[in-house]
């Protein structure tokens, strides 16, 4: 019976002793674990932080890129509007002598003007100048097509000083001399 007593107590003892140990072990990994995820949390606002730095030095050079292509549209358009402003008096010169032939009023008031928007789409060219045809005239451009406007977009014949006029509603302020042939 003691023999027993004495094998239960050292079998108690090494079950104890081994016990320990694992509980040791678990307690430890338990605090590794919560130690990566503190780091882990350190370490994903800095993973943004950075995207976010690589992002906004993607948007700067976007907009760097931009901004040349900006400024010479700008450049361009201010050049065609003091190109304008320089000669109006040529242009005008220009209309009253390409503009032999009149259209009567009560056929302009009819067909032309700026609640008459058309689209001329193609200019033919006859005798080596572009022409167009609306409202039964032929009317042939005096100057050349402005840089901005598309054959696609609105336009409108007017009569302004003694001299027809092509305008572009999405380009005020712009006036293309024509003739009527």
């Known amino acids: 019976m003691k ?6 107590t050292a079998v108690l003892s090494l079950t104890l002793g081994a016990a320990v140990p694992v ?16 780091d882990g949390k350190k370490a994903q606002p800095e993973k ?6 690589k992002h906004a030095q993607q948007e700067d050079k976007k907009a760097q890129q931009e901004k040349p292509a900006q400024e010479e549209q700008k450049h361009a358009q201010q050049e065609e509007k ?12 220009q209309a009253e ?18 609640e008459h928007v058309f689209v001329i789409n193609r200019p033919v060219i006859i005798e080596g100048q572009p022409r167009f045809q609306y409202g039964g005239y032929w009317f042939g451009f005096s100057q050349p097509w402005p840089g901005g406007w ?3 977009d609105n336009v409108y014949v007017d009569f302004v000083d003694g001299g027809y006029y092509l305008y572009n509603p999405f380009h005020p302020g712009i006036r293309v001399v024509i003739m009527v042939i």
């Open 150 to 152: 598309l054959y696609t």
């Open 3 to 8: 023999l027993v007593g004495i094998i239960g």
């Open 23 to 38: 509980y040791a072990q678990q307690e430890e990994h338990a605090q590794q674990e919560e130690k990566q995820a503190q």
């Open 97 to 114: 002598h390409a503009n032999n032939h009149r259209i009567p009023d009560d056929r302009f008031r009819a067909n032309f003007g700026r």
């Open 82 to 93: 003091q190109a304008q402003h320089e000669k109006p008096a040529q242009h005008e010169q």
């Open 48 to 53: 943004s932080t950075q995207q976010e730095e």
